[in-house]
């Protein structure tokens, strides 16, 4: 096409746009459709006019375009300025009832402390230890009550005191999604503690000294935990009351704002951990210094965490998006027609694990219960396997025909149905429709049965043998339910045609989702089997005479439920492996595409 012809046709095009761009009344949806024909001109202008005029002139009009658009773009240091001072206070703002809630806990609990101390004079060594209470009164009686702050270096100190603090807030926040639970276990613990350590000093007559030195670093510190509860509560807040979001969708909102709020917090717990390792120390420094900086400090956070958020939600935020506002989540598409790369073995696992969590979930909690009712009721078994912590190594010992023959035999069962139930999944979502209940029979649950008996069995081997013969023998049982599920769709498949033929793949992907469901375990015994074993030792009172039974057997169905919730992404993954050797031994969808092609 010549030059003046290609102009003349598109130039009246060119002369709206622009008009359309420079108007503040343009529309948009139009002003969108005309630049995209604008950027196919210029793209036909560069291969045939590239030393014309009218590629000059189209290519100007999109750098206006472009500038137009990212010039405001915000680049590192305006996006932190961004975030300290819009979006930040913003989410502060749509979670004032959470601090407020938080704020009222923490000021209940503080005032339990105090009262308790003063009924029970042993309360704050209950509190606090023995070995503190008895040092702390050494010092008092040495003339330097606040001795304790001194006698470390103060970089030490900085470092165990800031890393301690960020993980009591962390784990606040975190523990959110026990329904908030477990944020107000450590608040309620926090409140109460600063309340028990008070007193002692108000009892002592030591007040004043002790306030002037404890909330030099306490003002921060403890508005750090609350508003760390904050975000704890926004997430508990999300799973209790979704509204007319899904439970999921919900959650997603939530863990997003309270994200955000730990994020803010970070800083004031650094903040507070130096100036209790190297601030505190100075008990010789004026008392009107050391008020006006507790007051200095207690302003601050007044101020930027209640007062400018509020102030800032009356003249109104400049955010792109609001904190309830939801993107969109779109899950990989599950290939079952294709050869799979092993990255995308694993991302095809998370997808199914993601989709079907719901349904998983259910029937993990349902298996575990069962197994742990059995335990319950048989009383040698309970008083020989005390189970206090949240960890696979104890669930391994547990789970032995030794201990009791009906726990173990109920634990094969649920093994049995949690991997025919993972395959029937499978192959549900790739059938894309079909009824569950025909895909889940009795028929295909036999091999399952037989493959759980074998995987229960292990566990009479010692840990490490155990898991190393899980990994090598699970790919068989799996192969024949998939290939015995696949018969009853109409196709047919030798099991162990695909499977010798990518037995190192299946492997290698079979080791990474062992390492992964490892990981999740261990998880399990960290702060989080302490929090719970302490939050049922509080829910119970020591007379009562199933304390011990109850809480081994609310640990043990928590871990089991945990244990068959991560079987089945092995199972999923397995699965997938299976349709990739499918895939390289029938080359199915390849020769479609070739017939296709050829039509």
Known sequence: MKETTFIDQNKAKWREFEEEFKSPQGDPEKLTNLFVQITDDLSYARTHYPHRSVRIYLNRIAQQVYFSIYKNRLNRWNKFKHFWSDELPEVMHHSRRELLFSTVIFLLALGVGVLSSIHDGEFARLILGDSYISMTEENIRSGDPMKVYKESQPNDMFLAITTNNLKVAFFSFILGVTFGMGTLYILLYNGIMVGAFQYFFVERALFRESFLTIWIHGTMEMSAIVIAATAGFIIGRSLLFPGTYSRLA????????????????????ITAGFLESYFTRHTDT??????????????????????????????????????????????????????????????????????????????????????TLAGFFDHSYMALNPFRKLYLGELHDLISPGNSLTVFCLHVLSMAFVMHLSVALVFRTRSGEGNFRQLFTLRLLLPALLAGSIWALLFLMPLTASTVLQMLLLPIPVYLICAWQLKRTGERLQPFI????????????????????????????????????????????????????????????????SYYLLFSLIVFGLSLMFFSGKEIVSAGTLKAQIDEAFI
């Open 250 to 269: 919900s959650f997603r909102q939530g863990g997003v704002r309270a994200m955000k709020v730990f994020m803010g917090i970070i800083p004031i717990i």
């Open 286 to 371: 004026p008392d009107l210094i050391r008020a006006l900086i507790i007051f200095a400090e207690f302003a601050f956070m007044i101020t930027y965490y209640v007062i400018y958020p509020a102030r800032r939600a009356r003249k109104g935020f400049q955010t792109e998006q609001r904190p309830d506002e939801l993107l969109p989540v779109i899950l990989p598409e599950v290939k079952f027609d294709r050869v799979l790369r092993e990255s995308e073995v694993y991302t095809g696992t998370f997808s199914l694990f993601r989709r079907h969590l719901k349904a998983l979930l259910t029937w993990s909690i349902s298996f575990a219960a069962l197994v």
């Open 498 to 561: 695909p499977l010798s033929r990518q037995y190192g793949s299946i492997l290698m992907v079979v080791a990474v989702l062992f390492i992964t469901v490892f990981i999740l375990m261990l998880l399990l015994d960290t702060s989080v089997s302490y929090f719970y074993s302490e939050l049922l030792q509080w829910m119970f009172s020591d007379s009562f005479s199933m304390k011990g039974r109850i809480i081994s057997a609310i640990m043990q169905m928590i871990t089991l439920a």
